[in-house]
């Protein structure tokens, strides 16, 4: 699926993109500070990396600007770096019967 360098221009990924920028008219859904506006990327709601059944479903993409796309990827970067922070740290959970 991944292309040796890493990066996503298969047929399929450029059919994903067109159809949700389509769909919503190529502006931008992110509306960021400094947004462009106009859209030319689609962007994961949910990263392909948590949901590969997901990266082709149009319901998962919202069209973005470029200036958004990157403010939007690296919050998920982000995140993506909290959540496995937190699993780590998450104490055992107690057993029911012993409250
Ligand atoms: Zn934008």
New binding site residues.
């Given amino acids: 699926m991944w292309d040796s360098d890493g990066s996503r221009n298969n047929a399929a990924h450029k059919a994903w993109r067109v159809e949700v920028l389509d769909r919503d008219g190529w502006s931008?859904q992110?509306?960021?500070r400094h947004?462009?506006?106009r859209?030319n990327e689609a962007h994961h709601l949910v990263r392909p990396a948590v949901r590969p059944d997901l990266e082709y479903d149009p319901g998962n993409g919202v069209a973005?600007?470029p200036?958004?796309h990157k403010v939007e990827t690296q919050k998920q970067a982000t995140e993506a770096r909290r959540v496995s922070n937190a699993r780590a740290r998450r104490p055992r959970e107690q057993h029911p019967g012993l409250s």
Avoid: I
Wanted: net charge negative; with cysteine; glycine share 8%.
């Fill in positions: 931008c992110l509306q960021h947004c462009e506006g859209a973005a600007c200036s958004c």
